[in-house]
C-alpha cells in the first residue's frame, strides 16, 4: 500500500480506478488474458499515474459524480455506457485515464504472452528488422503533417495540461 500511497491516490480513488479500469479491459477466459482490475495490472497502474495524477482524479471525480457514487454497483452494460458517455465529453482527463490503463494493462507479461510477443523489453536485445530503400519515405518527409496529435483532444485541448 506504501507505492499506492506515493502515487498520491486514495482508498476510494484506487477502488474506483479499480472498478473502472476492470470495465474498460475485463478479464477473458477465452483468450486467457487477466481483467485491468487484477491486482499485479492495478499496482502498476497506480504506480505510472505520475504527473497525470490531477487529470486521473479529475477522471475518477467524475464518473464517480455520473454514477452517484454507486460504479460498481451498477451492471456491467451500465458501467460501460457511463464509461463511453464520459469518455465522449471527458476531454483531457478522459484521455489521460485510458491512456494510463491501457498503458499498464500492455506492460503486463501475461498480456504480452497472450498476444504472442516475447516478455521483454525490446533493448538491450532488440529486434532485427529488414533494411529496404529509405528514399521511398522522401515524398511523404516532404509532405506537411495531417495526422491527429495524440497529445490533443477532440476539442484541441492537450492531454498533458499544457497549451
Given at each position: 500500500m506504501d507505492n499506492k500511497a506515493k502515487a498520491g491516490l486514495s482508498t476510494t480513488e484506487i477502488r474506483d480506478l479499480r472498478d473502472i479500469a476492470g470495465t474498460m479491459i475485463p478479464e477473458s477466459a477465452?483468450?486467457?488474458v487477466p481483467g485491468a482490475d487484477?491486482?499485479?495490472i492495478l499496482d502498476d497502474i497506480v504506480k505510472s499515474v505520475g504527473r497525470d495524477l490531477p487529470l486521473v482524479?479529475?477522471?475518477l471525480a467524475a464518473i464517480a459524480a455520473r454514477s452517484a457514487g454507486a460504479f460498481a454497483g451498477?451492471?456491467?452494460?451500465g458501467r460501460e455506457a457511463l464509461i463511453n458517455d464520459y469518455y465522449a465529453s471527458g476531454r483531457a482527463a478522459a484521455v489521460t485515464l485510458g491512456r494510463v490503463i491501457v498503458g499498464a494493462y500492455y506492460r503486463d507479461d501475461r498480456v504480452l504472452?497472450?498476444?504472442g510477443l516475447?516478455?521483454?523489453a525490446p533493448f538491450p536485445k532488440g529486434y532485427t528488422l529488414e533494411q529496404g530503400d529509405w528514399s521511398l519515405l522522401d515524398a511523404v518527409r516532404k509532405r506537411a503533417p495531417f495526422w491527429r496529435d495524440d497529445r490533443t483532444t477532440l476539442a484541441g485541448e492537450r492531454s498533458d495540461g499544457r497549451q
Open positions: 477465452t483468450f486467457g487484477d491486482p499485479a482524479r479529475e477522471a451498477l451492471d456491467r452494460d504472452l497472450a498476444l516475447e516478455a521483454r
